[in-house]
Structures are given as structure tokens and as C-alpha cells.
């Protein structure tokens, strides 16, 4: 079954304790993003990769590190996490050919809350 | 970023349709996407719409597209219970890779 996954589902931590969550696709797509939800401003984009190696930053990078290894894995680092960090995050990826067909999958969301 | 606008709320009775409305500011969009975000699920793409057509058609929904005032609207006919959730408007980001600019999304409640 084509899906993407993330890894937590719900998480809750303390200012500054790094963590990462894991992000995983398996429908061999170039393109990976991550977005974080907030109520009242929608959806934002943190950072995305256009392939392997390839990242960049999206509207509101701060405080986020990504990395891509692999084609699969795009995992978002939060190496001090802040309370305003609390949000829900989404991982998506997509085709890139230029298209419809580069519709974006979304993961099922992971649920940050920082005390 | 671009801005894509939408109304935040929307509330119809079970039968009737429902037009969710949205206002996007990148000219250079080629595709314009309509979400559906379904209490805690992640997004889940209704439909799509390419800039040089002006309307699309897909079972209960129609997809309307002024390209000349950037106006995109979703309309959905015989609106049903299970049609409750919110809807996201997306317009493709022309100057950041493949990104989609979201608009805050409509919550859209159906009454019995």
C-alpha cells in the first residue's frame, strides 16, 4: 500500500531535549516536505527536498533541521525544542515531473506538545 | 510566502450544497488543489484543477476557477454528514520548488 508514515503519532517533551521525528515513504518520490498546522494559520511549510542531498528551506524554518540520505527518509530534527514548537506536523511527499501527478501524499500527522 | 484565503467556517444542511470559497495571490500557479482534512487525519487530495481551465467536474463536486481575479470555489452537491471536516484550499508556490501554498482552511458542518 502506497503511504507515507511518521513516527511518533503523539509526542509530549521538555524545553530542549532534541528530537526527531522519522518520516517514510514508499513510493520511490523525489520530492518530500514537512509542514507544521497551527489553529488559525493553516498549514506551513518547514522545510522540503527535492531529492537525495537536495534540502531547503521552507516559510518557517527556525528551530528545524532535516536531512535526506535516502530517498524514503526525511526526518525533522528539533535539536532545542520551544513550547512554541507545539503543533501538529505533517510529512508529504510527491512525483516530480511537473503536474497533477506531483499531488502531494500526506502522513498521518504527529502530535508535538513542548512543556 | 503567497496568500491563499479562505473563509474559516461554513455550516449547511444534510441536502443542500455547499460552496467554500478561496482567493489565491501567485498568478503563476499552474494547478490549484482542493484538501479535505477529516478530524484527526491527515490531508487527503479532493481534486485538482489546471489555470487554463475554468471549471471541473467530479461526481458531487465542481470546481470553479477565475483565473482573472484568482478565485477558486468548491462546490459540493447534496452535502452529507460524512462531508464534515476541513477543507484546504492549495496553490502552487512558483518561486519554492514544488511547495503549496495552504490557506487556513474552511471547517465545514453538516447538519441533520
Known amino acids: 500500500e502506497a503511504q507515507v508514515t511518521q513516527n511518533p503519532r503523539y509526542l509530549i517533551t521538555v524545553t530542549g531535549k532534541k528530537l526527531t521525528v522519522t518520516c517514510s515513504q514508499n513510493?520511490?518520490?523525489?520530492?518530500m516536505s514537512w509542514y507544521r498546522q497551527d489553529p488559525g494559520l493553516g498549514l506551513r511549510q518547514i522545510y522540503y527536498?527535492?531529492?537525495?542531498?537536495?534540502?531547503d528551506k521552507g516559510d518557517v524554518p527556525e528551530g528545524y533541521k532535516v536531512s535526506r540520505k535516502e530517498k524514503r527518509n526525511f526526518p525533522l530534527i528539533l535539536e532545542s525544542p520551544s513550547p512554541n514548537q507545539t503543533s501538529l506536523y505533517f510529512c508529504?511527499?510527491?512525483?516530480?515531473?511537473?503536474?497533477?501527478?506531483?499531488?502531494?501524499?500526506f502522513g498521518p500527522g504527529t502530535r508535538l506538545t513542548v512543556l | 510566502g503567497e496568500d491563499v484565503e479562505q473563509s474559516l467556517f461554513l455550516s449547511v444542511r444534510e441536502g443542500d450544497s455547499s460552496v467554500i470559497n478561496c482567493t489565491y495571490t501567485?498568478?503563476?500557479?499552474?494547478?490549484l488543489y482542493w484538501y479535505k482534512q477529516e478530524p484527526g487525519a491527515g490531508l487527503q487530495l479532493l481534486t485538482y484543477?489546471?489555470?487554463?481551465?475554468d471549471m471541473k467536474q467530479d461526481q458531487r463536486l465542481t470546481v470553479l476557477l477565475n483565473k482573472k481575479d484568482k478565485h477558486l470555489s468548491l462546490r459540493i452537491a447534496d452535502t452529507q454528514t460524512g462531508d464534515s471536516a476541513i477543507y484546504f484550499c492549495a496553490a502552487e508556490n512558483s518561486n519554492s520548488g514544488y511547495a503549496l501554498n495552504f490557506g487556513k482552511g474552511t471547517s465545514l458542518l453538516v447538519t441533520p
Open positions: 508529504a511527499s510527491s512525483t516530480f515531473t511537473g503536474g497533477p501527478t506531483d499531488t502531494q501524499y
Open positions: 484543477i489546471f489555470s487554463n481551465m
Open positions: 501567485d498568478s503563476s500557479s499552474t494547478y
Open positions: 527536498s527535492m531529492n537525495v542531498e537536495v534540502t
Open positions: 513510493m520511490n518520490h523525489e520530492y
